[in-house]
């Protein structure tokens, strides 16, 4: 069994951290191979990731995101990925952009990072944490190391 390696690269705007953080969620207790090979539904179901966009959705859009065969049909991230575009619309209001509100957290450890984040994200576990802050380019322990 061999584990395949996330890419690492600094998304272009707050969409991309959004859409980053919500294949960290969806990839959780998932098949990594089934979120990629899902992704571009993923992609059209909510609306290119645009904070905005996905901010603003109600309970008509989760129950048609409920009912989209083309992505993993799970209620409870569904509804994490609308309060996290809300969490992270504000957050970038207060800052600027969500790549500002990450370098707000510079000068805490890997551990109080990873609180922050949990805290302030649903769904978003202390795996889940390190995925996203990989995926995105920032700085991560060791893999062995994560829970630190």
Not at 53 to 79: C, F, H, M, T, W
Not at 104 to 131: C, H, I, Q, W
Request: glycine share 8%.
């Amino acid at each position: 069994m061999s584990f395949e390696i996330p890419e690492r690269k600094k998304p272009a705007d707050d969409a991309g951290y959004l859409e980053e953080l919500t294949k960290a969620i969806f990839q959780a207790g998932f098949s990594w191979r089934v979120i990629r090979d899902k992704w571009p539904n993923f992609q059209r179901a909510f609306d290119g990731f645009q904070i905005e966009a996905v901010a603003g959705y109600g309970e008509p859009d989760v129950e048609r995101l409920v009912s989209d065969a083309g992505i993993v049909r799970n209620r409870r991230k569904i509804q994490a990925t609308i309060h996290n575009a809300r969490k992270m619309w504000e957050l970038s209001q207060q800052h600027g952009t969500f790549h500002a509100y990450l370098r707000s957290l510079d000068g805490m450890d890997y551990a109080g990072r990873r609180k922050e984040l949990s805290k302030g994200f649903k769904n978003l576990g202390p795996t889940g944490v390190f995925v996203f802050l990989w995926c995105v380019d920032e700085e991560v322990p060791d893999w062995e190391d994560r829970n630190k």
